[in-house]
T-cell receptor, first 113, second 114 residues
Framework: DQQVKQNSPSLSVQEGRISILNCDYT??????FLWYKKYPAEGPTFLIS?????DKNEDGRFTVFLNKSAKHLSLHIVPSQPGDSAVYFC????????????FGTGTRLKVLA | NAGVMQNPRHLVRRRGQEARLRCSPM?????VYWYRQLPEEGLKFMVY????????ESGMPKERFSAEFPKEGPSILRIQQVVRGDSAAYFC????????????FGSGTQLSVL
């Protein structure tokens, strides 16, 4: 029962262009979402978050969009840089139960120089 | 200003042995989460603990796995009688209060079962 899904396992983008990573969720009780970046042999590092009361949050080159009706969020990276090449995970937290964070399966981004 | 510390980084065990993975959260953090990443897969939630309490262990196998976060000392994830399928990267994360906060992750422990 995968409540948070990242349907694209991989994505290749040219340096300088926009990278768009997508994430879908099934549980309407999720109300806080985060994106993490992970390099090989390292732990995930936090990128950006968004709460369900917003539809957009921006931090430098990173913007997250949330479409609650579609249960969909996306991470935009503009412009993409070779150092952005990593695996990106989205995560969601619910308003009920124990408030644990559920992670998606990840999307491997490769930015081509 | 140390981050989340996990040790060991690499752990090799033979089938049937016990594995103990340690996690020291960031200073001031009282909530710890454990996740497992199998090869080519995402981060699977295992257990969520607060000091001296298990909040949610719904992601942890019922047998052979246990976790604790004592009042003093690190959080421990214990795997008894390891099998080859336990080979994975185990990540620990911490947060200050368990509210609407980001998680801070450690570098992980890579467990290899021979």
């Amino acid at each position: 029962d995968q409540q948070v899904k990242q349907n694209s396992p991989s994505l290749s983008v040219q340096e300088g262009r926009i990278s768009i990573l997508n994430c879908d969720y099934t549980n309407s009780m999720f109300d806080y979402f985060l994106w993490y970046k992970k390099y090989p042999a390292e732990g995930p590092t936090f990128l950006i978050s968004i709460s369900s009361i917003k539809d957009k949050n921006e931090d430098g080159r990173f913007t997250v969009f949330l479409n609650k009706s579609a249960k969909h969020l996306s991470l935009h990276i503009v412009p993409s840089q070779p150092g952005d090449s990593a695996v990106y995970f989205c995560a969601a937290r619910g308003t009920s139960g124990t408030y644990k964070y559920i992670f998606g399966t990840g999307t491997r981004l490769k930015v081509l120089a | 200003n140390a981050g989340v510390m996990q040790n060991p980084r690499h752990l090799v065990r033979r089938r049937g042995q016990e594995a103990r993975l340690r996690c020291s959260p960031m200073k001031g953090h009282s909530h710890v989460y454990w996740y497992r990443q199998l090869p080519e897969e995402g981060l699977k939630f295992m257990v969520y603990l607060q000091k001296e309490n298990i909040i949610d262990e719904s992601g942890m196998p019922k047998e052979r796995f246990s976790a604790e976060f004592p009042k003093e000392g690190p959080s421990i994830l214990r795997i008894q009688q390891v099998v080859r399928g336990d080979s994975a990267a185990y990540f620990c994360a911490s947060s200050p209060q368990g509210g609407y906060e980001k998680l801070f992750f450690g570098s992980g422990t890579q467990l290899s079962v021979l």
